[in-house]
């Protein structure tokens, strides 16, 4: 057999795979994981292909081919095309890949003891393993634990013949789902004719197999998740693997359990709050194409699937599908890759779908599954306009007296109801009333928050925090500081005053940390024992509140400032699903939204109920800009420790820039956010025609700039926000 080359993609920023030469006795094959020596390091890395030896080049040879189950030929095309459109090196895609398996031992199996039963030499240390060792079988370590003596003695025990040992997987499988668990068949919701032939439409694409994508556009509460779980069931019972993607923080217990509900068993789970065992345990588990239902934050997508026939992206239009960090990319885009390149079916839902999936489904190219109404008696909200120049706050509150008014109504009749604001803590801004001066991050362009609750001043960008000072920090004035703006505490401290004697509770991410106390919260307010919830965007999520029938937004013009393209579509989603948390069950609900722009085109198409006049009014001057869906976009960010150069580099940048038609570049400007963690930061923005491959032509500009040390070039494609 001639000699062979392996191409081996190491989980490191750099641009290509490395040449090894694989060691005649070894065989290898793409996918595979092997260790291979980098200097003087060992590295785990992946075959990305193998070629045959000419010449003589000499070449290291690969160490050893690691026991894991190798990548799938379509998850490394799959790796190689995240870097391609996303403009970075293979290498970090594939260490989002591995992320979980570096911490893992060499082998799958570990050793497991239980008590043989045949006579050996009792010491008092050994009748301690038999006393509190158990339950068997058991690792050694977790039987030391409980018994409280070494894991040596455990496996001298075992060499006394005490123990038996065999050898057992090192993770538990999870159990199998069940489809016809909790189906109507079986006392679960009986589906409405409206929401059984949407299932059927999904079960069809899966029975018929291949790609296809199809988008479940149905209000809120119209019943998506039960529909598709429909297209999970055919799924699973074709022994498919199926991943249902959700944001992050609809990742809850409550909605673990509809799941389980459903199909009689806890999904596998994947979010940022997994310990390194969870993690390791999912990874392989999805790995063997033993895990059958895995939910998962967007990171999930990266998972090595052995077997995935479906990809669900529930609230497929939430902002949380985009990672802006590391390797940029957006969850939702990339679930349509993965299900061209693996030929699978991806079903995307939302009560409001970004305008780029309604595009597609409008031109034919998603299947377009429309539920237009709530199951049986239940209607949508009806949502109002507050114009705050008519009601004007009292001085110094935030609250209108409608909204008083309507909250008194909904708490005499015993109902809850809930005051929406998006922001985290007492006060946005501090400010100085003998300067002017406002409480600034130490290393970044931004305002300290205050958080009351706490005592502290905190950054929101970096999680900088200090107590709150007595003093202003620059002029050294006594008890000078003043909070100006709501956030949601503040909003909670008025309240009480309005409303005295109401239970009343704030929901977000400081309150709410864990998902045990999210769990317990969501528990209160379902039972009743809350009559106010105040939130931030934490409570837009998938939950149902029963007895929620009353929604006020306290500044429904929170999302439109900036010069975001997507603020408009964006806040129309936001309170869309905000208004969509009041009247569940059979109570109507109503929504009321504080606004000093009640002409803007999302606010006024909210109020008439109209979403066809806000999606045609949108899409009308997107088209005329140029900007998504009917143009591309990418952003660049040149950051560094010293201003000049940093904006010297992004000048230098932007001479470089390939000539191509259909392109325009914008900037360098300096972002709303000028200095992040000591970085200066300069932004470029790349606005081209459809037609244009904006990832090739980033690619190739890219090549033509070397950073120095210190200094960052990121590439945004289609960024959220600029
Ligand atoms: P969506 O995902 O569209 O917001 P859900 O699937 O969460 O909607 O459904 C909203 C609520 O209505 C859930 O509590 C769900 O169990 C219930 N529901 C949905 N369809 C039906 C039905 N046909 N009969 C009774 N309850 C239903």
Not at 108 to 134: C, I, N, W
Not at 341 to 358: R, W, Y
Not at 599 to 623: K, T, W
Request: glycine letters at 10%; one cysteine or more.
């Amino acid at each position: 057999m001639p000699a062979q080359i392996a191409q081996i993609l190491f989980p490191v920023n750099v641009p290509e795979a490395f040449d090894y030469a694989v060691p005649p006795e070894m065989s290898v094959a793409p996918g595979q994981f092997v260790f291979a020596p980098i200097g003087k390091q060992m590295k785990l890395g992946v075959v990305t292909a193998l070629k045959t030896h000419a010449g003589d080049r000499v070449l290291k040879d690969i160490a050893q081919v690691k026991q894991t189950k190798a990548l799938s030929a379509s998850m490394l095309k799959f790796i190689s095309w995240t870097a391609d459109y996303n403009c970075v090196s293979p290498g970090l895609v594939l260490r989002m890949v591995m992320r979980s398996i570096k911490a893992m031992d060499p082998s799958e199996m570990v050793a497991h003891y239980t008590p043989s039963g045949a006579a050996f030499k009792l010491t008092p240390a050994r009748q301690l393993v038999l006393d509190k060792g158990g339950p068997f079988p058991a690792r050694a370590s977790e039987i030391a634990d409980r018994a409280g003596v070494s894991a040596g003695v455990v496996r001298g025990m075992a060499n006394a013949g005490g123990l038996v040992v065999e050898t057992l997987p090192v993770d538990a499988p999870f159990d199998t789902p069940d489809p016809d668990y909790g189906s109507a068949a079986n006392g679960g919701i009986a589906l409405t004719d409206e929401q059984m032939a949407a299932g059927e439409e999904l079960r069809a694409q899966i029975i018929r197999g291949g790609f296809s994508v199809s988008l479940l556009d149905g209000v809120t509460g119209a019943g998506k998740t039960e529909v598709y779980f429909e297209g999970v069931a055919e799924a699973i019972k074709r022994g498919g693997q199926v991943l249902v993607l959700v944001p992050e923080i609809a990742l809850t217990q409550a909605s673990l359990s509809r799941f389980k509900a459903r199909f009689g068993v806890e999904p596998a789970p994947w979010h940022s709050a997994l310990g390194d065992a969870q993690r390791r345990r999912t990874w392989r588990e999805v790995a063997q194409g033993r895990a059958k239902l895995v939910v998962g934050a967007r990171s999930a997508l990266y998972l090595p699937f052995d077997n995935l026939s479906l990809v669900v992206v529930d609230e497929e239009h939430d902002t949380s599908y985009k990672q802006e960090e590391g390797v940029i990319y957006n969850a939702r885009d990339m679930a349509v890759v993965r299900g061209s390149i693996a030929a699978h079916a991806v079903v995307l839902a939302s009560a409001t779908p970004s305008l780029e999936s309604l595009v597609n489904a409008r031109t034919g190219r998603y299947a377009h599954i429309v539920l237009p109404e709530r199951p049986g008696a239940v209607t949508l909200p009806d949502i109002d306009l507050v114009d705050l120049k008519d009601f004007p706050p009292e001085k110094g509150d935030f609250i209108s007296a409608p909204l008083i008014e309507a909250t008194n109504t909904v708490l005499a009749s015993g109902d809850q109801a809930m005051l929406y604001l998006n922001r985290r803590g007492y006060a946005p801004l501090i400010i100085c009333r003998a300067c002017g001066e406002r409480l600034k991050s130490p290393d970044t362009d931004s305002w300290l928050v205050e958080h009351r609750a706490t005592g502290r001043a905190r950054c929101h960008m970096t999680g900088f925090s200090m107590p709150m000072p007595k003093a202003c920090p620059d002029c050294k004035t006594d008890d000078s500081l003043t909070p100006v703006g709501p956030g949601v505490e503040r909003v909670a401290e008025e309240a009480a005053r309005h409303f005295p004697g109401a239970r009343i509770e704030i929901f977000s991410s400081d309150t709410a940390g864990n998902p045990a106390e999210i769990a317990a919260r969501m528990k209160r307010m379902e039972s009743g024992e809350i009559d106010i919830l105040i939130g931030t965007q934490m409570v837009v999520k998938g939950h149902n509140f029963p007895h929620l029938t009353f929604v006020g937004v306290v500044d429904g013009d929170l999302g439109l400032a900036g010069g975001d393209p997507r603020a408009g579509e964006r806040t129309y989603q936001t309170l869309v699903q905000v208004a969509g948390r009041a009247g569940r069950a059979d109570k109507p609900g109503t929504a009321l939204i504080q606004t000093h722009q009640p002409d803007h085109e999302a606010l006024s198409a909210l109020a008439a109920g109209d979403r066809e006049r806000f999606i045609s009014a949108e899409l009308a001057s997107r088209e005329m800009l140029g900007l998504p869906p009917y143009g591309k976009l990418a952003g660049v960010i040149i950051s560094g420790p010293d201003v000049k150069k940093t904006e010297a580099l992004a000048k230098k940048f932007v001479s470089l820039a390939p000539r191509a038609d259909g392109i325009d570049i914008l900037g360098p400007s300096e972002p709303p956010i000028g200095r992040l963690r000591g970085l200066y930061r300069r932004r470029i923005l790349v606005q081209a025609e459809a037609s244009v491959n904006l990832s090739k032509y980033m690619r190739v500009w890219r090549k033509k700039l070397r950073v120095p040390a210190k200094y960052k070039l990121h590439i945004d494609i289609d960024p959220q926000g600029f």
